[in-house]
């Protein structure tokens, strides 16, 4: 894999050193699995949980989730629902597959066969993270940051600055993939190029580099292209302003 250190005389979004992808809905497309494991929480204390309700989680940090699924009448603690939902999603994986995003795993094998490093940024707990790695074949990814192991959630820039920090390069030398608005938010806080590619909510006019409306047909050399375009100029809005990244929404 290539170093930044092999690139001494480089300036931040100069070049692109790794791409940060996000899981549920990006990745994989589990999110139907998490609003399928929500609604039978919620009507198991007496309470109603719509699909509107469902789609407010969309993105949000786990702790998050449970308190709002607190306030919906659901009387477990906020880690016992963390852990009841998380064991029902891995359950529905285990029964109906992982269904791959389209052209996910592509991608992800051509940004190994380029060099290009790789980080999974998601506010899934790292031990289902992983069970859902195991599953694409090969080594994927060179560092995984889990919504248990990072200070703040999504949509804060915390959980990006995590992972390229974990990866060793500049957050400005980055693509951010991101299916949900909370976490594109926290992309393009975190100071990476923001690519959105929209699942089940839409995208539009949250502030994203570039919106694409699939991962398939895509290659390195997207990513890149992507990056030359708009990487500089992350570099100089953080030059300005480098400071207020871990205090934004």
Known sequence: MTSPLEFPDAQPGSR???VLWDMDGTLVDTEPYWI???APLVAQYGGTWTHEDALRLVGLGLSDSARILQGAGVRLSAD???STLTARVIAMCADKGVPFRPGAVELLRDLRAAGIKTGLV???YRHMALSIL???GFEAF??????DEVSRPKPFADPYLQGAAALGVD???TVAIEDSPNGLRSAIASGAVALGVPNIL???DLGADAVWPTLAERTAGDLRALHAEHGPAKANLASVVPSERSETK
């Open 171 to 173: 957050i400005a030398d």
């Open 142 to 147: 060179d560092v995984v940051v889990g919504g």
């Open 134 to 136: 195991d599953l694409i």
């Open 122 to 124: 998601t506010m899934s």
């Open 16 to 18: 692109l050193a790794a």
């Open 80 to 82: 016992e629902i963390i």
């Open 202 to 204: 839409p995208l539009d």
């Open 36 to 38: 399928a494991a929500e």
